[in-house]
T-cell receptor
Framework: DGGITQSPKYLFRKEGQNVTLSCEQN?????MYWYRQDPGQGLRLIYY???????QKGDIAEGYSVSREKKESFPLTVTSAQKNPTAFYLC????????????FGPGTRLTVL | AQSVSQHNHHVILSEAASLELGCNYS??????LFWYVQYPGQHLQLLLK??????LVKGIKGFEAEFIKSKFSFNLRKPSVQWSDTAEYFC????????????FGTGTQLKVEL
């Protein structure tokens, strides 16, 4: 079955530690995205990538980093510089322009203790 | 920068009641519009989308939305809700020329009571 996988589902880290969230897709989509979901704030775009080896900052990129070395993978690192990292993180992918709908993964809930 | 407003944050309805969730966006040009739904414990999934053409769009599970350009609105409707429609609903906008970026509203939590 084609889809997007995110692992792990739940992640706990101590304050001050970097943590990397995994996102893999087998939909052959060129574009991938990372969003952060907080109660009452909807989804906010962290980073996105339209093509391998290229990515752009979204609206709330501070304290996060990404890489796009393979078409299928778009890992997100939450660094110690992120002031409020506890949140639900969603990965998505889509075909390239002209615009196509985004498909979402199941999400990773990160809790920083 | 474009923004999306969803005015109803929490809605509680009885089964068989009609539903209308408001969505307004701020962007003066051509837009692509979406409604996504997040059922408890499930992935965010697409309910319906509008790119062009007929402004009345029909989606899955009996949902529809109407694009009114003059009002910058894309309200979601369903004539008769079911308990299984309990979920969080998100309106989203993409402005062509802005890449594939989506701007989401803050979401509406719908609870349908038996």
């Amino acid at each position: 079955d084609g889809g997007i996988t995110q692992s792990p589902k739940y992640l706990f880290r101590k304050e001050g530690q970097n943590v990397t969230l995994s996102c893999e897709q087998n939909l052959n989509h060129d574009a991938m995205y990372w969003y952060r979901q907080d109660p009452g704030q909807g989804l906010r775009l962290i980073y996105y990538s339209q093509i391998v080896n290229d990515f752009q900052k979204g609206d709330i990129a501070e304290g996060y980093s990404v890489s796009r070395e393979k078409k299928e993978s778009f890992p997100l690192t939450v660094t110690s510089a992120q002031k409020n990292p506890t949140a639900f993180y969603l990965c998505a992918s889509s075909k390239s322009l002209p615009y196509n709908e985004q498909f979402f993964g199941p999400g990773t809930r990160l809790t920083v203790l | 920068a474009q923004s999306v407003s969803q005015h109803n944050h929490h809605v509680i309805l009885s089964e068989a009641a009609s539903l209308e969730l408001g969505c307004n966006y701020s962007y003066g040009g051509t837009v692509n519009l979406f409604w996504y739904v997040q059922y408890p414990g499930q992935h965010l999934q697409l309910l319906l989308k509008y790119f062009s053409g007929d402004p009345l769009v029909k989606g899955i599970k009996g949902f529809e939305a109407e694009f009114i350009k003059s009002k910058f609105s894309f309200n979601l409707r369903k004539p008769s809700v079911q308990w299984s429609d309990t979920a969080e609903y998100f309106c989203a906008v993409n402005a062509p020329g802005g890449g594939n970026k989506l701007t989401f509203g803050t979401g509406t939590q719908l609870k349908v009571e038996l």
